[in-house]
């Protein structure tokens, strides 16, 4: 029997009031083996974000299960769910979420902080990632003096520099130009098959399908599997 490390089942997500129900993800179930890269597509408004959330333990569903090492992290206690979020959860959200009066390389390590690494493994960490990701001449630069690209990298360091178990990454490559966002999905590539990490990514980049392991459609509240090129 496959060990999945994540297993969805029966995911409902509903918003609104019970006059007016939005009902987001329908009944969804997806299950994920360590190591895959994953995109997920779908049109704006159709849940993306929502599932992410659910799987990042960020949120909870109405109704079904999502175990994590089979583990359920919706009965979880809110303790353990935030200390699961801080040390094996890596975020690259959309919205600007760098402190602006950190560098790059305070910022990065800022995540490390949780977790209760030694500085040298922080810092060790940091620069390794902010160099994965090409920023090594910009660690000490504040996001003020950062393209948004740039910004968006020091994010994606920051969430690779935890050595995670997922990364959920939503819409990474937005904003990049396309050799910067090769890189960076050859980058989470690397990731995924050689440090075991599950790699979650939204997107609208018909790119990234290049990349991923598995593709999913979110349509009318659940997964549909798409076919992704066949690699050598
Ligand atoms: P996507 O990321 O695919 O664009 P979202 O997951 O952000 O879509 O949103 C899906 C739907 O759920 C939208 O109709 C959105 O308005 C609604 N929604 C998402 N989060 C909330 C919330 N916290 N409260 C109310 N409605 C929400
Ligand atoms: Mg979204």
Avoid at 59 to 75: E, F, H, R, S, Y
Avoid at 97 to 106: C, F, I, K, R, S
Avoid at 180 to 190: E, G, K, P, V, Y
Wanted: hydrophobic content about 40%; some cysteine; overall charge positive.
């Amino acid at each position: 029997m496959t060990e999945y490390l994540i297993e969805a089942h029966g995911i409902e997500r509903t918003f609104g009031t019970s006059a007016n129900p939005v009902r987001v993800l329908r009944g969804l179930d997806v299950c994920v083996e360590s190591g895959t890269l994953v995109a997920l597509y779908g049109p704006s408004g159709s849940g993306k974000t929502t599932l992410l959330n659910l799987i990042g333990a960020l949120d909870k569903p109405n109704a079904g299960t999502i175990l994590l090492k089979g583990q359920d992290i919706v009965k979880m206690n809110d303790g353990k769910r935030a200390k699961l979020r801080r040390t094996q959860i890596g975020f690259i959200f959309q919205s600007d979420t760098l402190l602006p009066t950190y560098t790059a390389m305070e910022n990065v390590d800022l995540a490390l902080r949780l977790p209760r690494l030694g500085i040298f493994e922080r810092r060790r960490r940091a620069q390794s990632a902010l160099q994965a990701v090409g920023l090594t001449a910009w660690a000490s630069h504040v996001p003020d003096e950062l393209s948004g690209g740039q910004r968006q990298r020091v994010s994606i360091a920051r969430a690779l520099a935890l050595h995670a178990t997922i990364i959920l990454a939503d819409e990474p490559t937005s904003g990049l130009d396309t050799r910067t966002a090769r890189h960076i999905l050859t980058l989470f590539r690397n990731i995924a098959h050689e440090q075991g990490t599950t790699l979650f990514i939204v997107s609208h980049d018909p790119l990234v399908v290049d990349y991923v392991d598995q593709a999913y459609d979110l349509v009318d509240g659940r997964l549909v599997a798409r076919p992704i090129p066949t690699r050598t």
